[in-house]
């Protein structure tokens, strides 16, 4: 029996109703120590560094506190995470002089998981199992039930009288019972792991403090390690701030070590950019741009993860800093101009902290377009992985879509491996060529095989192929580009006539004149799916195609708008045959021949084929397969 419980036990026993109290977890924290304590990862000394990370924060959050509470003041000496090791009894201890928790912050805390990402990463994490995800999803704590066998927590919070300790083996509940003050912290918190069989390698204290240093060197509060019992403390991190020191005094891996402290990843940062504002305001900035995607990155709950500091007291660890379409970044800023007794809501309204985000996004820009300058193929990378976020700019912020432009970049007809810029395809547009052209959608695939395309390739006119989801809607609130407006190719008529033919395509033949026959039939036999038929000139090798209307919305955007029932409120596509290919001239015939009745069936076969060449479901899926059918036992 630990001396934290013998302690609890000795005053429950003098005190009925001082006895523990059962809890049974949650059902998501529950399933989370099931893969704890029965899986076996490549990373298991990730709960070191969420430990003491935790610890640091306690750290930071009485310095907040003690701002405005003298009694609180009086409490809050300098900060300090202690780390210790004993080998008989096999603990590992991790200590702070903190905020330390209430038993409801106790249950709060670590009884439950408020954090929507939780499930992606149960998901994630029995799947692939890799200790990397667990700091990106605020599940860090529980961490510690990968090397433990049972984990108790001895708390007192500042300014109370009263301690607690918090104890569980991992399967499924956990305790909490009073714990006499000559046993708890002066202030802050005590965690205890007693450590199983498999974890001896923590019981060393080289193997911890070298865990230490690479994953938690830079956090903003000094760590000691006890290596054993009865030894003294040894400082083995001076906690200075990393971004109070020059630029010039810190090597690439110190920054490295604390992005993967800061964001809870292990991979590299893409970018970092550090720099000192000076002027009306100053202010410090370190901000990294991931190496790879968060898993919650398009959650709409996602929460801005920039940390403000106002002269190194942490006053937000989720502060909205910067605009939804830069949230991947992860950004510290540390301010003298912010006073530091204001409320954390009233400085999440403040003048001065609109000013500095807005001022860290236009650096930010600025820091990309030199990557992208600097090192393409490395931007490549960070616009992979963060181009359809950033493209949220172009929609939601027209102020900075100059600035957006410069950097983004596009897949298009020009190139099937590289993307492309606005400015490559304005240097290349051709002869008589207007706007500049684009085709959304939700798959890039289809967007390359998309008919509508084909007039273009054929007098080699590019067009952009745009398959994120926001593509839709920033393309219809630009203006242009360089006095070039943005067009869909898949809206109005195609006026790419004044364009030649590029060498080698094959000159237009004059349209049979039973196709004006064929385009009366249309618009009455399929009046209820279009609102034109017509002859199109941006058809080179299909049949047939839909199109939006002259002053209708683009066909993607319509088909989103459809998802919501707003359907009916931008009308019908418009449907456009090639009045040369053998299958329209065949049917022309045959209208010729039989009448329009013989040859319903046919034209509205023709219907579901544009409907299925644009990702679309045939109007009646029984009745296509019940015409193609009768198609294909013509074939004999």
């Known amino acids: 029996m630990t001396d934290?419980?013998?302690?609890?036990?000795?005053?429950?026993?003098?005190?009925?109703?001082?006895?523990?109290?059962?809890?049974?977890?949650?059902?998501?924290?529950?399933?989370?120590?099931?893969?704890?304590?029965?899986?076996?990862?490549?990373?298991r000394d990730v709960f070191l560094r969420e430990l003491v990370s935790n610890a640091a924060d306690a750290c930071e959050k009485l310095r907040y506190e003690a701002l405005s509470d003298e009694k609180l003041a009086?409490?809050?000496?300098?900060?300090?995470?202690?780390?210790?090791?004993?080998?008989?009894?096999?603990?590992?201890?991790?200590?702070?002089n903190g905020v330390g928790m209430s038993r409801d912050e106790l249950v709060s805390a670590l009884g439950t998981i408020a954090n929507s990402g939780t499930r992606a990463f149960l998901d994630k994490i029995g799947?692939?199992?890799?200790?990397?995800?667990?700091?990106?999803?605020?599940?860090?704590?529980?961490?510690?039930?990968?090397?433990?066998?049972?984990?108790?927590?001895?708390?007192?919070?500042?300014?109370?009288?009263?301690?607690?300790?918090?104890?569980?083996?991992?399967?499924?509940?956990?305790?909490?019972?009073?714990?006499?003050?000559?046993?708890?912290?002066?202030?802050?918190?005590?965690?205890?792991?007693h450590l199983n069989a498999e974890s001896d390698e923590f019981l060393d204290g080289w193997r911890v403090e070298s865990v230490v240093r690479e994953h938690s060197g830079a956090i903003a509060a000094p760590i000691d390690l006890v290596g054993a019992a009865g030894e003294e403390p040894r400082r083995i991190a001076e906690g200075v701030a990393l971004w109070t020191k020059p630029k010039s005094e810190i090597p690439h891996e110190q920054y490295v070590d604390f992005y993967r402290q800061l964001s809870g990843q292990l991979d590299e940062p893409a970018l970092i950019a550090h720099w000192r504002a000076e002027g009306?305001?100053?202010?410090?900035?370190?901000?990294?741009?991931?190496?790879?995607?968060?898993?919650?990155?398009?959650?709409?709950?996602?929460?801005?993860?920039?940390?403000?500091?106002?002269?190194?007291?942490?006053?937000?660890?989720?502060?909205?800093?910067?605009?939804?379409?830069?949230?991947?970044?992860?950004?510290?800023?540390?301010?003298?101009?912010?006073?530091?007794?204001?409320?954390?809501?009233?400085?999440?309204?403040s003048p001065v902290v609109g000013a500095i985000g807005k001022a860290i996004a236009t650096r930010i820009l600025q820091e990309l377009k030199k990557l992208a300058d600097v090192e393409p193929e490395k931007f490549a990378e960070v616009w992979k992985n963060f181009g359809a976020v950033l493209k949220e700019g172009l929609h939601e912020d027209p102020s900075r879509r100059d600035a957006l432009f410069e950097i983004a970049r596009f897949a298009s007809t020009k190139s099937e491996e590289k993307t492309r810029t606005l400015k490559d395809y304005v240097a290349d547009l051709r002869e008589n060529q207007t706007a500049i052209y684009y085709l959304v959608g939700d798959d890039m695939k289809r967007l390359r095989a998309s008919p509508q395309l084909e007039g273009f390739r054929a007098r080699g006119v590019e067009v952009l192929l745009l398959d994120d989801a926001v593509d839709a809607f920033w393309v219809t609130s630009a203006l242009g580009f360089e006095g070039k407006p943005f067009k869909s190719v898949t809206q109005g008529q195609a006026d790419i006539d004044a364009v030649a033919l590029v060498e080698g395509a094959k000159p237009e033949a004059p349209a049979p004149a039973d196709v004006a026959d064929l385009l009366a039939a249309l618009k009455e036999t399929l009046a209820e799916y279009v609102d034109d038929a017509r002859a199109s000139t941006r058809l080179t090798d299909s049949a047939v195609c839909l199109v939006a209307p002259d002053s209708g919305l683009d066909r993607q955007l319509s088909r989103l708008l459809a998802e919501h029932g707003q359907q009916a409120a931008f009308g019908k596509p418009v449907l456009e045959i090639n009045p040369r290919h053998e299958a329209i001239v065949a049917l022309a015939t045959a209208l010729r021949a039989k009448g329009r009745d013989a040859t319903r069936d046919d034209q509205l076969l023709l219907l579901d084929l544009a409907r299925v060449a644009d990702g679309e479901h045939p109007v009646d899926a029984a009745a296509f397969a019940k015409r193609l059918t009768a198609l294909l036992a013509t074939r004999g």
């Open 4 to 43: 934290d419980a013998a302690s609890v036990d000795a005053a429950a026993a003098a005190n009925p109703q001082t006895a523990p109290t059962d809890f049974g977890f949650e059902a998501d924290v529950a399933r989370l120590l099931e893969l704890m304590t029965h899986s076996v990862y490549s990373e």
């Open 74 to 96: 009086a409490q809050a000496g300098a900060p300090l995470v202690a780390i210790s090791l004993d080998k008989d009894k096999r603990t590992l201890t991790v200590a702070d």
């Open 127 to 193: 799947k692939e199992k890799d200790a990397g995800f667990i700091g990106q999803f605020g599940v860090g704590f529980y961490s510690a039930f990968m090397v433990a066998d049972r984990v108790e927590v001895a708390t007192r919070r500042a300014g109370q009288d009263q301690a607690w300790l918090w104890s569980s083996e991992g399967k499924g509940s956990y305790k909490i019972a009073p714990l006499p003050l000559d046993e708890a912290p002066a202030v802050g918190t005590r965690v205890s792991l």
């Open 280 to 349: 009306r305001t100053e202010y410090t900035v370190l901000a990294f741009v991931p190496g790879a995607r968060p898993f919650d990155l398009f959650d709409p709950a996602r929460k801005s993860r920039s940390k403000l500091y106002v002269r190194r007291v942490l006053i937000s660890r989720d502060m909205e800093l910067l605009p939804a379409w830069l949230r991947f970044m992860r950004v510290v800023v540390d301010s003298a101009d912010i006073p530091l007794n204001v409320s954390r809501e009233m400085v999440q309204k």
